[in-house]
T-cell receptor, first 115, second 113 residues
Framework: DAGITQSPRYKITETGRQVTLMCHQTWSHSYMFWYRQDLGHGLRLIYYSAAADITDKGEVPDGYVVSRSKTENFPLTLESATRSQTSVYFCASSESAPNANSPLHFGNGTRLTVT | GEDVEQSLFLSVREGDSSVINCTYTDSSSTYLYWYKQEPGAGLQLLTYIFSNMDMKQDQRLTVLLNKKDKHLSLRIADTQTGDSAIYFC?????????????FGRGTQLTVWP
C-alpha cells in the first residue's frame, strides 16, 4: 500500500542497547522527519532530512543518529538507549518544505520502551 | 517564539459545538494548522489558516485567528463521537527555510453520547 509506514509498532529494549526504528514512504517525498511524542511535551523534532544524504538536527537530537541513503527510507538509531528515550516516535514526510500546499504526512508511530 | 499553548482536555456532549483554543507567541507565523490524532495513529492535517486571514470555514470546522492576541481556535459544529481525538495546534514561521512546524501539547477532546 502507498503511504508512510513505520516498523516496528512496538519495541521493548534494555538500557544501553542499540535500536533502530524504520520509516519508509512510497511517495518519493523530499522531506522526512522524526518526532517524539511525550506526555506534557507534545511533539518534538529530533532530526529531519530535506533530501537523500542531507540531514539536520531538530530540537532534541542528542542520543540519536539518522541516515538517508535512499529517498524513501529514513531510519532512526538510538546508539545506546536510555530510559529517557522511552516515548512514541513518529516519522513524517512532505513533498517539499512543509506548508499548506505540502502538508506533513505522519506514520502510525513506534512505541518504544527502554527498561 | 516557539511556544504553542493549548488546554489539555475538553469534554462535550454529542451534538454540541466544541471549541479548542490555542495561543502562540511568534507574530511572524505564516501558517497555523490543526492536526487530529486518533488513538494508535499518527497525526492527520485537519485544516489550516494563512496568517493574513481571520476566519476559515470547512464544513463543520471553523478556524478563527486573532492575530492581535495571537489566539487561534477550532470550532467543531454538531460534534460527533467520532470526533473524539487529540487535536494539535501548530505554527510555522516566516523565514524558516524548512517551514518547520512547532506543535502544542494537544487537547484531548472527549465526546459523550
Amino acid at each position: 500500500d502507498a503511504g508512510i509506514t513505520q516498523s516496528p509498532r512496538y519495541k521493548i529494549t534494555e538500557t544501553g542497547r542499540q535500536v533502530t526504528l524504520m520509516c519508509h514512504q512510497t511517495w518519493s517525498h523530499s522531506y522526512m522527519f522524526w518526532y517524539r511524542q511525550d506526555l506534557g511535551h507534545g511533539l518534538r523534532l529530533i532530526y529531519y532530512s530535506a533530501a537523500a544524504d542531507i540531514t539536520d538536527k531538530g530540537e532534541v537530537p542528542d542520543g540519536y543518529v539518522v541516515s538517508r541513503s535512499k529517498t524513501e527510507n529514513f531510519p532512526l538509531t538510538l546508539e545506546s538507549a536510555t530510559r529517557s528515550q522511552t516515548s512514541v516516535y513518529f516519522c513524517a514526510s512532505s513533498e517539499s518544505a512543509p506548508n499548506a500546499n505540502s502538508p506533513l504526512h505522519f506514520g502510525n508511530g513506534t512505541r518504544l520502551t527502554v527498561t | 517564539g516557539e511556544d504553542v499553548e493549548q488546554s489539555l482536555f475538553l469534554s462535550v456532549r454529542e451534538g454540541d459545538s466544541s471549541v479548542i483554543n490555542c495561543t502562540y507567541t511568534d507574530s511572524s507565523s505564516t501558517y497555523l494548522y490543526w492536526y487530529k490524532q486518533e488513538p494508535g495513529a499518527g497525526l492527520q492535517l485537519l485544516t489550516y489558516i494563512f496568517s493574513n486571514m481571520d476566519m476559515k470555514q470547512d464544513q463543520r470546522l471553523t478556524v478563527l485567528l486573532n492575530k492581535k492576541d495571537k489566539h487561534l481556535s477550532l470550532r467543531i459544529a454538531d460534534t460527533q463521537t467520532g470526533d473524539s481525538a487529540i487535536y494539535f495546534c501548530a505554527e510555522s514561521m516566516r523565514g524558516s527555510t524548512l517551514g518547520r512546524l512547532y506543535f502544542g501539547r494537544g487537547t484531548q477532546l472527549t465526546v459523550w453520547p
